[in-house]
């Protein structure tokens, strides 16, 4: 593998995560980099175990080895136990000694928002409720104070709001925002969806599929969508897709997995030569 | 909408309305003399207005929480005993605690805060234990809460209906007799002396219930309700929140518990079992899971016609028909065809998720000559469209028959099924570029 020397100091790093289900190796050794404000892309067929990388990044999973490093600080690391410890398949037991979990809420207080594969947006609320669910972390009122609507809680709700318009208006959202989030078209709930996620002010964004569903068009204007919201809100961008426009026109590093291990990385031009990618995509010869 | 109302308007409406309903609830119980039927629509009034509040309380957890909790009967045992226990006077002791001695608590706050401070003092004798029960609630639910809101739908409804019932035989556990009175009814307590009294404190309760649901963190509570998943991913702290409206909403099944105590005016475990939790849930139910205004409306419904329009039912005459069927229990059997036929025809319960509000209402009293007038023309296209769905139906039917037979044709004359399907966009893409 080309190793390409990048100066930029590193957001995320996975090093050796393994997710074990069972008998099942899910995601086998995984290690990657990305860079501040890079736009880096996951790959791989499916059941790849591209979205198990990704519940492993933000908490959902516990990942049976291997370390998360945000921000240059290890958050979550495990190592095969109890049962684990035998059934384990994977590589580098041993390497790791701690056991440190993370929820998902904490995660994403440390600055990485994510998207999902299937859209999950908050479906008996408005456009803009929303958005302004992802701002509720960062309200520092009590319950009650926000019950009884005192002044810290009515400005809070206010500057709240604000933002929220704000951030629709830069996403194009803005004449939307009374609607249901259900009756939005495909491509603008998935817009929601980005938004949404911007509003818990992350660093470090992950997008499960967000070209998902979208015709070639879409998917142009999706791409211009990602490279401009990378600039606008200084993010680091790791994004799993299947559509190779969207990939190889936009990322600058791609990892690719295959059966839960990683075959291959580099810049685009490296992956679309490598054999090892072809034959995980079109078959070896036999 | 072409005429919708300031907002000053809407609260000078709102406060006329609840003044003049408050108004009219205080007169109706004063003039209103022991023997007239109209009596029954105050007892409406009260049991209403205390199960409107078990039944928001609930619709907060269900319905905006997306919480399947069953266990807001046994909070309300722990409410109305609570309430009950603290303002039995000290000379009652004796006839109420007659099997234990007199019981183990010999004063209540109400006499001994009357004694001091006179007829302010009989109140806030009675608001304290109130208030007090519903924090005492708030409490057991808080511990409750912590074992049981890791575990998630049916599950939850299970535990916290188990709870409940095992609650119910806690308080008339023998032992525990010198403070529940074992398996006898407390009685005797201080109790209000006009219905406007369970109205104004419920009122007060749901209307805090509304402030939490329109505040952000009732918008968390939804976001947990639509998708656990992505309000987490979104930063919202699950077991916290879960646990802020279980309390909260214990808290409130706390006070109507008292509330009921009072209404009732003699108090014992067992009516507050499963069957009273049913009803609960009908109400929310009924109403909408999801609005309060439903849930309001919904209490007085039910209570309304449990107490009032069917009781002619049971007694062996109603509506002018007299029929041997009408015996105790038909009642019953009436009110679950009721139940049934709400449950078919509103699915969603009568107000869904909608809530009340002044624009939405005019517009609808507005709407209704109209709705009558053009409802013979609506009933016709109604049919017309169920006519021509049936015809497509059956178009659509006839069509698949034709497919059918022509595939069966076709596998007899040995002719292949189905062609190759196309290579994927994604690969053909790939191999484009790649290559």
């Not at chain 2, 609260?11 to 006329?16: A, S």
């Not at chain 2, 409130?252 to 209404?263: R, Y």
């Not at chain 2, 079992?273 to 609960?280: A, G, L, R, S």
Request: proline content about 3%; glycine content about 8%; hydrophobic content about 45%.
């Amino acid at each position: 593998m080309a190793e390409k020397k990048d100066n930029r100091e590193v957001v995320l790093r996975l090093s050796d995560i393994t997710m074990q289900f069972g008998g099942v190796v899910a995601v086998d050794n995984l290690n990657l980099d990305v860079h501040k404000n890079e736009i880096v892309g996951l790959i791989g067929p499916n059941g790849a175990g591209k979205t198990t990388a990704f519940n492993c990044i933000t908490g959902v999973y516990e990942p049976t080895n291997g370390a998360v490093e945000i921000n240059g600080e290890v958050v979550i690391e495990n190592y095969p136990q109890g049962k684990m410890k035998d059934a384990y398949k994977g590589k580098n037991q041993g390497k790791y000694t701690k056991a440190l979990t993370m929820l998902p809420d904490k995660v994403t207080k440390l600055g990485v928002a994510r998207t999902f594969q299937n859209i999950r947006l908050f479906k008996g609320m408005t456009v803009l409720e929303n958005v302004m669910v992802a701002m509720h972390m960062n309200q520092s009122e009590s319950v009650f104070g926000a019950t009884f609507r005192s002044k810290k809680a009515r400005e809070e709700e206010k500057t709240m709001r604000e933002e929220a318009m704000e951030l629709l208006k830069k996403v194009d959202l803005y004449e939307n925002r009374n609607d249901m989030a259900t009756s939005l078209p495909y491509g603008k709930q998935r817009h929601l969806e980005i938004a949404r996620a911007l509003a818990t002010h992350p660093s470090i964004l992950l997008l499960d599929e967000p070209a998902a569903g979208m015709n070639p068009q879409e998917s142009d204007d999706l791409m211009k969508f990602i490279g401009r919201i990378r600039d606008e809100f200084d993010l680091s961008i790791l994004m799993i897709e299947h559509h190779m426009q969207v990939i190889m026109g936009i990322c600058e590093h791609i990892y690719v997995l295959n059966y839960g291990g990683q075959i291959a990385d580099g810049t685009p031009e490296e992956i679309q030569a490598n054999s090892a990618v072809i034959e995980a995509y079109l078959g070896g010869d036999e | 909408m072409e005429n919708t109302l300031s907002k000053k308007t809407k609260n000078v409406l709102t406060v006329v309305a609840i003044a003049l309903f408050l108004i009219l609830v205080y007169i109706g119980d004063i003039t209103i003399s022991p023997g007239s039927s109209w009596k029954m629509m105050i007892t409406v009034i009260e049991k209403g207005s205390i199960f409107a509040l078990v039944a928001a309380s609930m619709n907060l957890l269900n319905g905006f929480t997306g919480l399947f909790s069953l266990g807001q009967a046994g909070f309300m045992l722990i409410g109305a005993y609570t309430y009950a226990i603290f303002t039995i006077p000290a000379k009652s002791h004796n006839a109420v605690y007659q099997y234990f001695d007199g019981g183990l608590i010999k004063w209540s706050l109400v006499e001994i805060l009357e004694d001091k401070i006179g007829i302010v003092g009989h109140y806030i004798g009675m608001l304290i234990p109130m208030i007090g029960a519903g924090l005492l609630v708030a409490v057991i639910a808080f511990l409750i809460g912590i074992p049981v809101l890791r575990l998630k739908s049916d599950y939850l409804a299970i535990a916290t209906l188990g709870f409940a019932e095992i609650l119910r035989a806690f308080f008339q556990w023998n032992t525990l007799g010198p403070v529940t009175n074992g398996s006898n009814v407390l009685r005797k307590y201080a109790t209000y002396d006009n219905a406007i009294f369970p109205v104004v404190v419920s009122g007060i309760c749901i209307a805090i219930i509304l402030l939490l649901i329109n505040s952000t963190y009732g918008r968390a509570f939804r976001a947990i309700r639509d998708d656990e998943i992505a309000a987490e991913a979104m930063g919202v702290n699950l077991f916290k929140h879960k646990e802020m409206s279980f309390v909260i909403s214990s808290f409130f099944a706390g006070i109507s518990g008292a509330l009921l105590a009072m209404f009732q005016t003699t108090i014992n475990a067992t009516p507050f079992n499963t069957v009273m939790t049913y009803e609960i849930l009908l109400i929310v139910v009924i109403g909408g899971i999801g609005s309060i205004t439903g849930s309001i409306i919904g209490a007085f419904l039910f209570t309304a016609a449990s107490e009032w329009w069917l009781r002619g039912l049971d007694a062996g005459s109603w509506l002018g028909i007299n029929s041997s069927l009408m015996r105790p229990g038909f009642r019953k059997v009436v009110f679950a065809i009721l139940i049934m036929l709400v449950v078919l025809f509103y699915a969603q319960g009568i107000m869904g998720s909608r809530e009340f509000s002044w624009d939405s209402f005019l517009a609808w009293i507005k709407g209704r000559p109209e709705a009558i007038k053009t409802w013979p023309a609506r009933r016709k296209a109604k049919a017309a469209a169920k006519k021509e769905a049936r015809a497509t139906k059956a178009a659509a039917r006839a069509k698949a028959k034709a497919a059918k037979d022509e595939g069966e044709a076709k596998k007899a004359s040995g002719e292949k099924l189905f062609t190759a399907l196309p290579v994927s966009d994604e690969v053909m893409v790939f191999g484009k570029e790649g290559k």
